[in-house]
């Protein structure tokens, strides 16, 4: 492990990067797991910023805080259902479930890889990605295609 880096999981992250988060400070980490390929890939460093207005939208990616709050998961909104948000990992077939906004604890705000920042699906991008995801079009057609192409796109 480096020295200059300090590991945390768990209730620790949580607690730290909620604390960060509320005070309006900006909250960065290392990304582990493959669940948001190829736009967030593992290793990627990932930035997190306090929620503007405590409003989520679809296609905005997120911190939630799971059931039993001993876990994070940082995955897309893909929609809204009863006042609640669909959360779902761009690389996933299945979705997390549904969250309150209370549950989400961050916007993702930026995405570097091998020291540069990479485009990882904001805005229109992003409403669109999560469209894809909900209707089943993301992993079975556009991720194999992005797969097969990725010396073209620096995804």
Do not use: W, Y
Request: hydrophobic content about 40%.
């Amino acid at each position: 492990m480096d020295m200059n880096c300090l590991e945390l999981s768990g209730k620790n992250l949580i607690s730290l990067m909620g604390a960060v988060l509320e005070r309006n400070a900006d909250f960065r980490f290392q990304a582990k797991g493959h669940s948001m390929s190829p736009f967030i890939k593992n290793r990627d460093i990932v930035t997190m910023s306090p929620l503007p207005r405590n409003k989520s939208e679809t296609g905005d990616i997120v911190a939630v805080l799971l059931t039993g709050k001993e876990s994070i998961v940082v995955h897309r909104v893909v929609g809204k259902k009863k006042g609640k948000f669909i959360i779902k990992g761009d690389n996933n077939k299945i979705r997390d479930g549904l969250f309150e906004q209370n549950q989400i604890i961050g916007l993702v705000s930026k995405v570097e890889r091998n020291g540069r920042r990479i485009m990882f699906g904001q805005g229109f991008f992003g409403r669109a990605i999560a469209t894809l995801s909900e209707i089943g079009l993301l992993n079975s057609l556009i991720l194999p295609i992005l797969r097969k192409t990725r010396r073209l796109l620096p995804l």
